[in-house]
């Protein structure tokens, strides 16, 4: 069983920043990836941003030069340092990640969301 615990969302004003944090936990040997994803009322949850074992990122085009996706040293927190926000931001946010267990199984899992609200 692997759990996510995510914080950092709330209330800012447009142009302002936010940082949320999501840390893994459980039966975990090895995490590919973990990622931030985000769903607004109504519509389908995107990507956000990812990154890899290796350290690589991806990017929404929505996001790019705004939103910065890193981790910690033992790999198990992820951040979203979001700056220049705006209220198109305004979403449910949830991390994902993707790992591999004892048994070598490799399994996706979800955070509980949290939410971010940007007024004009």
């Known amino acids: 069983q692997v759990q996510l615990v995510e914080s950092g969302g709330g209330l800012v004003q447009s142009g302002g920043s936010l940082t949320l944090s999501c840390t893994a936990s459980g039966r975990i040997s090895s995490i590919n990836s973990m990622g931030w994803y985000r769903q607004a009322p109504g519509k389908q949850r995107d990507l956000v941003a990812r990154?890899?074992?290796?350290?690589?990122?991806v990017y929404a085009d929505s996001v790019k030069g705004r939103f910065t996706i890193s981790r910690d040293s033992r790999g198990k927190t992820v951040y979203l340092q979001m700056n220049s926000l705006k209220p198109e931001d305004t979403a449910v946010y949830f991390c994902?990640?993707?790992?591999?267990?004892?048994?070598?199984?490799?399994?996706?899992?979800w955070g509980q969301g949290t939410q971010v609200t940007v007024s004009s």
């Open positions: 990154i890899f074992s290796g350290g690589s990122t």
């Open positions: 994902n990640v993707d790992i591999y267990d004892y048994n070598s199984a490799r399994n996706n899992y």
